[in-house]
């Protein structure tokens, strides 16, 4: 079993930048074995994808809406990924949710449906 604990959402005004954190753990849990995502759902809308990362860090991907603007990283010695996002907008107000899936390959993401583990989320509201 896996846990995600995300952290660092809040309140901000457009234009402003907000660093999410999401910090992984379990008994048996190794951080090289597994690719991480970020995902938000908005009030009344479906989850979204905005950014996934391989284990080893080398592949990046983002939803088109983000690009330029967040970036994803990850310290797999801390057990930690985090989602760095500036230039904010207030279509970007969201519940953002931390997932990890089992893969040490190069491939990257957007499917939900591949993801095993999620966290609790952290609000990130952008006020105009």
């Known amino acids: 079993q896996v846990q995600l604990v995300e952290s660092g959402g809040g309140l901000v005004q457009a234009g402003g930048s907000l660093r999410l954190s999401c910090a992984a753990s379990g008994r048996t849990f190794s951080m090289y074995n597994y690719a991480m995502g970020w995902f938000r759902q908005a009030p009344g809308k479906e989850r979204e994808f905005v950014a996934s990362?391989?284990?080893?860090?080398?592949?990046?991907y983002y939803v088109d809406s983000v690009k330029g603007r967040f970036t994803i990283s990850r310290d797999n010695t801390k057990n930690t990924v985090y989602l760095q996002m500036n230039s904010l907008k207030p279509e970007d107000t969201a519940v953002y949710y931390c997932?990890?899936?089992?893969?040490?390959?190069?491939?990257?993401?957007?499917?939900?449906?591949?993801?095993?583990?999620w966290g609790q989320g952290t609000q990130v509201t952008v006020s105009s």
């Open positions: 997932a990890s899936r089992f893969s040490v390959s190069s491939s990257v993401t957007d499917d939900p449906g591949k993801y095993m583990y």
């Open positions: 990362i391989t284990w080893s860090g080398g592949t990046t």
